[in-house]
């Protein structure tokens, strides 16, 4: 089932230093539940798309359409971005609850309390509730961001390279959160990524984009079974067709 169809979404920017054309013709199809990686190139445009899809970009053509085939609302669509961006003055469950609580339809305070327990369990955060977010690892950091981000039942998950910044260990053990995360919720991810081993051992699409201006190059189907080991040489020959499609542009 489809969730997210974009055709032709161009974006160009002008300021008084310069204008440039990020985004020319980007197509392509998202479907339920789905763990799909964009990469490219630095600087092509991979960012834009998602604040596009997330309202906090405009386009300047193209349409981006839901499941029902309307304009697609970014209210369906939560994001973690690179930096966690929690509330310093607020505890792992405020933050978590934070918007829930903005919700225009009031929820009760017992419903948002069993919400955020459920999510406190499903990134194992449960025993730092209390505690503000100074005191936690970059790693439960982007734990805690998640959750919040889940937090409001989105139907896409954008997150913008939002490991990047972790030890390798962490990184490793967060994407397997995102997968046990997708199993059991069913939430499709749309996630940046400039590494090709976290696309491949993440995502069951890699959507590879071009030089600026962007265009969709090539679309990578990863059909192996989980758990995934990228020393197999099935791993190895993919991730080095990614590295060669972004490097080359």
């Not at 359409?65 to 209210?75: A, E, L, N, Q, W």
């Not at 955060?125 to 959750?147: D, T, W």
């Not at 959507?207 to 059909?223: A, D, G, H, N, T």
Request: net charge negative; charged share 25%.
């Amino acid at each position: 089932m489809q969730v997210l169809v974009l055709k032709g979404i161009s974006k160009r920017f002008c300021d008084d230093q310069a204008e440039f054309q990020a985004l020319s013709d980007i197509s392509c199809v998202i479907h339920k539940g789905e763990i799909v990686c964009l990469m490219g190139p630095s600087g092509c445009g991979k960012s834009t798309v998602l604040r596009i899809l997330s309202g906090l970009e405009s386009s300047d053509s193209g349409t981006i359409c839901g499941s029902d085939g309307d304009v697609f609302d970014p209210v369906h669509t939560a994001m973690v971005f690179q930096e966690h961006g929690l509330f310093p003055w607020l505890s792992v469950y405020d933050n978590i609850a934070y918007g829930l609580r903005m919700k225009v339809r009031k929820i009760p305070q017992k419903q948002i309390a069993q919400k955020v327990h459920d999510l406190l369990s499903l990134v194992h955060m449960e025993e730092f509730a209390n505690v503000l977010p100074h005191q936690l690892s970059g790693g439960m950091k982007q734990r805690v961001a998640v959750a919040r981000a889940l937090a409001i039942e989105p139907e896409i998950l954008l997150m913008d390279e939002p490991f990047s910044a972790l030890d390798p260990f962490s990184r490793h053990e967060l994407q397997d959160e995102v997968i046990r995360i997708r199993d059991t919720l069913g939430t499709t991810f749309f996630i940046v990524t400039h590494n090709p081993e976290e696309a491949v051992y993440l995502g069951d699409r890699i959507i590879i984009l071009s030089k600026r201006p962007s265009s969709v190059r090539k679309e990578i189907e990863v059909s192996s079974p989980r758990p995934r080991d990228l020393a197999e040489p099935e791993m190895i020959h993919l991730v080095r067709e990614v590295t060669g499609y972004v490097s080359s542009g």
